[in-house]
Each structure stands twice: as C-alpha cells, then as structure tokens.
C-alpha cells in the first residue's frame, strides 16, 4: 500500500516541499509520494475532507489556506490554536489534527543553522502576519529577554504585542521607520523579517524592510524569504558585517517536524536540505 501526503496551497508553482519530503521518503525507504494540490480557496473544505479515508497520512497547508483550514478539522493542536493558523494536518484514523510547525522550524534554524540561543537574548520581529505569530510564539516559548515588534501598519503591531504580554513581560510594538526602531535595533542581538518584503517576483521585490544604517554589526539578522538566498536585508546586514540567516532551514526544519509526525521516524535532515536547495536551483 502506497501511503500519501501532500500540500494543499493556491497558487502552488513555487513549492519545492514535494522535493525534499520525496526525497525523505525514497532515502528511508518508505512506499510513499508526496504531491503538490494546488487548491483554490473555494474547494478547500472538499479536498481536505478527502484526506479521512484512502493511505492518507496526512498533508502540508501553504498560502493562503492557513487560517481557513482549521474549520475542516477536528482537533487543533494548541500552540497552532495561539498562533491561530495550521501549516501541518495529521490524520490519526478519520481523525484530522491540525498542528503548527511553524514556530518549531523557526526556532529550530536559529539553534541549530546559526547556533543562535534565543534565551534572554533582545529581538526585533518585522512584520504582524502569520509568520510573525508563529515566530513570536516560538520564540516566547524559549524566555527571549526582550521583543520589539515593527510592522508598517503600527496599529497589528499593537494588537501583536498586546497578544503577546501574555506571553513575556518585555514587549513593545513600534512602527517600521521610526526612531524608537533604530535604538531598538543598536542593542538587538537579533533582528527577525518576516514579511514578503525583498521575496524575488512579489510586490517588494529588491527591497530591505528597514534601513541599512539601523543594522548593528554586532548582532544575526534572519530573513525567512528564502528566494533569492541572499535577500536585499541580508546583503545589507552583511556590510556593517552582522551575521546572516536565510529562510530556506525553516522551510526545512518545517517539514521535517510534519515528516516526523506523519511517519513517527526521524527525519533524515541532510537528504532534506539538499533536495531542498537542488529544487531551488531549478
Ligand atoms: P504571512 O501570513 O505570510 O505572514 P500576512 O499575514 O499577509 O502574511 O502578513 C504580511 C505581513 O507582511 C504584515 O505584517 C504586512 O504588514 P501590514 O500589517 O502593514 O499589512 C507585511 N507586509 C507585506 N508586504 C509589505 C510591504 N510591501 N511593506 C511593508 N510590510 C509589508
């Protein structure tokens, strides 16, 4: 019996998960494929429920379906129940579980990409979306000393930060140019995007989320866009010679915690990240 997984997402041209969740499977042997389903929103309620019989093992939730998916499970694991989006569904019988690994990922390419430990340390978190929420929440959950969160429109990233106090004592929100942001910044021992902000073929492509002159050299400046490798805020962290961290060991780390729990075996990582870049190169 050939088991299945998959990811649902629309549009899903970009995805290279069916590379190195494939690859995770072939190099340990286990009879299973892995697909891209593209879905548009509409059908979104249809294709999951079809996930409850057949060899589903259970599948992957991209943009913009994160949020929206949850109303077509059963039970929602609940870190993803705070984070409030699902990037991961296991089937457990009928049974359909929505799990976030998000933050997971996040975390995990910090320790152990950068060797980055995130206790105690000051963090500055561009953006107030879904990828904030989960990289917020992982980061909570490791004592971080302190959180600023920018964002253009001031008012989510108030509403963020207000979420968050519930969570860690040293959190503010601040706006993306402001002054406040550039002191906050010259003591940050980490600076975090994650907005589409410099993602190649989006709207801002090319761009940097803050200011060069903002950018200590003395701290890792992490951008979860993972296309193209070194986006413009990572090559501008890198003149005043701060240390950099791409997007592409979340993506990674992401799908090797859903590996592990579709398959209960450890996800064998290397084979992951070199499918994963191989598929990026194409
Ligand atoms: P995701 O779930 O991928 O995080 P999202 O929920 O749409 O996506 O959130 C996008 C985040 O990127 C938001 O913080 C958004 O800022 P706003 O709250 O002001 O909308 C930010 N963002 C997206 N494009 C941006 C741009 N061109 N300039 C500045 N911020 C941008």
């Not at 990811?7 to 697909?35: K, M, N, R």
């Not at 429109?153 to 929100?173: F, K, P």
Request: charged content about 15%; glycine content about 10%; some cysteine.
């Amino acid at each position: 019996m050939t088991l299945r997984a998959g990811i649902f997402g629309y549009p899903l041209g970009h995805s290279i998960s069916p590379a190195f969740q494939q690859a995770a499977f072939d190099h340990l042997g286990i009879d299973a494929i892995y697909e891209a389903w593209e879905t548009p929103p509409e059908k979104l309620g249809h294709a999951v429920a079809s996930l409850r019989s057949g060899d589903f093992m259970g599948a992957n939730v991209t943009v913009p379906h994160k949020q929206a998916v949850q109303q077509h499970l059963d039970t929602i694991e609940p870190l993803a129940a705070s984070i409030g989006a699902v990037n991961t569904i296991v089937r457990d019988d009928s049974q359909l579980v929505g799990h976030n690994t998000d933050a997971y990922g996040f975390i995990q390419s910090l320790k152990r990409e950068a060797k980055f430990e995130p206790t105690g340390k000051r963090v500055v978190l561009i953006g107030s979306g879904g990828a904030a929420r989960a990289a917020a929440y992982g980061l909570a959950q490791e004592d971080i000393g302190s959180l600023v969160i920018a964002n253009r429109t001031l008012g989510n990233a108030v509403m963020l930060a207000e979420e968050m106090s519930n969570q860690m004592t040293d959190v503010r929100a601040s706006s993306l140019e402001s002054e406040s942001l550039e002191s906050h910044c010259a003591v940050a021992d980490l600076i975090v995007n994650t907005t589409s902000i410099g993602m190649l073929h989006g709207p801002a492509e090319g761009q940097s989320p803050i200011l060069e002159e903002f950018i200590p050299g003395d701290c890792l400046v992490y951008d979860i866009v993972y296309n193209p490798e070194v986006t413009p805020l990572l090559k501008a962290a890198r003149r005043p010679g701060a240390q950099t961290l791409g997007g592409l060991p979340m993506l990674v780390y992401q799908g090797a915690a859903a590996f592990e729990l579709w398959t209960g075996q450890p996800a064998p990582i290397e084979i992951m990240f070199t499918a994963a870049k191989k598929a990026l190169e194409s």
